[in-house]
Nanobody, 122 residues
Framework: EVQLQASGGGSVQAGGSLRLSCAAS????????IGWFRQLPGKEREGVSC????????YYADSVKGRFTISRDNAKNTVSLHMNSLNSEDTAVYYC???????????????WGQGTQVTVSS
């Protein structure tokens, strides 16, 4: 059974950092594109960063470029999102997902983990 478990959310002050982790089971994280998405209440889920199943291929939303870094640990079967210089606009529920295509498009992802809340206070 394919499962994704997101963790690492929390509350942080503006300018701070957090590391989200997505633990996968039932498949290998290097076999599928893995993406991080976020969603605010009443808003559509948006792509934040994605990592392809090929070495070095990544996607970042313009709003997080230079601040967020996505990485993969094949031994632990996890994908992490390192978030630096956080600001209030990064506040959202963050989800990880496994998909078919490397993109920030929700419909390209078939398996989703539960969300983890990130709250940035100014």
């Amino acid at each position: 059974e394919v499962q994704l478990q997101a963790s690492g959310g929390g509350s942080v002050q503006a300018g701070g950092s957090l590391r989200l982790s997505c633990a996968a089971s039932g498949f290998s994280v290097d076999a599928h594109p893995i993406g991080w998405f976020r969603q605010l209440p009443g808003k559509e889920r948006e792509g934040v960063s994605c990592l392809g199943n090929s070495v070095g291929i990544t996607y970042y939303a313009d709003s997080v470029k230079g601040r967020f870094t996505i990485s993969r640990d094949n031994a632990k079967n996890t994908v992490s999102l390192h978030m630096n210089s956080l600001n209030s606009e990064d506040t959202a529920v963050y989800y990880c997902a496994a998909g078919r295509l490397l993109s920030g498009v929700v419909s390209n992802y078939d398996y989703w983990g539960q969300g983890t809340q990130v709250t940035v206070s100014s």
